[in-house]
């Protein structure tokens, strides 16, 4: 089917330079590498069509209904947050273009994880936009050749995905800013150790109206790890305690709304369908959420601390 669907693409490519256009163009979407699909079936859960939609001020998720990529407007082009899977990304483009936007309007690419279901199209994101990608170091350092680090807790069954090469480290704590909005990193490792959440202000209405919230982008915290892989062995101890001190981190943090990178590990879905309906009072703003999604995530850890201390 891959074979017949590249032979009719090429035919028409012919056919078009006959006509004085581009090839180019053509030729990447042809079989273009950074957007080769990963995992296809896996990823097709994920992929589910969302439109895209404005949550809170110049805040809007660009994503699917099981994986977020999060836009913000700013004064001086756009913040985008997370790069779905290689095939993804033409709908993300499209996503961006249904808001009235451009991809080349995309300055900065903030990345949560090196995963390939938030990471996988960063590239080609990257690549089209013309933007810096910015992750922690340990982010950065699992960027660049595309994930392969056999220390994450998920190794054995993690795809790679098309390296990421224009890219720039931030600092856990460090003020990103683009025109008139400041992007705060907040380093969370666990889930991955270069994870990253991203926080910011959002405001929208004018004077006495104005409503103004801080939304945090949460990377996953949830445990997830191939079986043989044990939390509490020596060789992980740096890592769990670094997984609770992140639940600790998220628990404290201004957070009005939450955004999670899958919906479903915090309240997205119900809260989208929602907004769908009222717009005021907006069901994104929980300022509880963070701390439930600590606590949902730290308990699981917990589990699996006490099942492997069972099995001593
Ligand atoms: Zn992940």
Redesign the pocket.
Known sequence: MRNGLCAGISRIGIGIAVMGMSVPALTQSHDDPLTRPIAPQSAQRWLGPQAPVRIHGQTYLVGFAGLNVALIRTSAGLILMDGAVPQAVSDVKAHIRALGFSIRDVKLILST?P?F??AGGLAALARDSGATVIASAEGVAELRPGGGNPADPQAAWLERFPPVTRLRVARDGEAIQLGDTVVTAHATPG??VGSMSWSWRSCEGKGKRQDCKTIVFAA?LNPAAVDSYRFSAPANRSLTSAFQASFAKVRMMPCDILLTTHPDQGDGRAQLTRLKKQRHPNPFIDTSACRRYADRNAARLDAKLAAEAAQR
Do not use: F, L, V
């Open positions: 994880e995963h279901d938030h889930h991955t996953s």
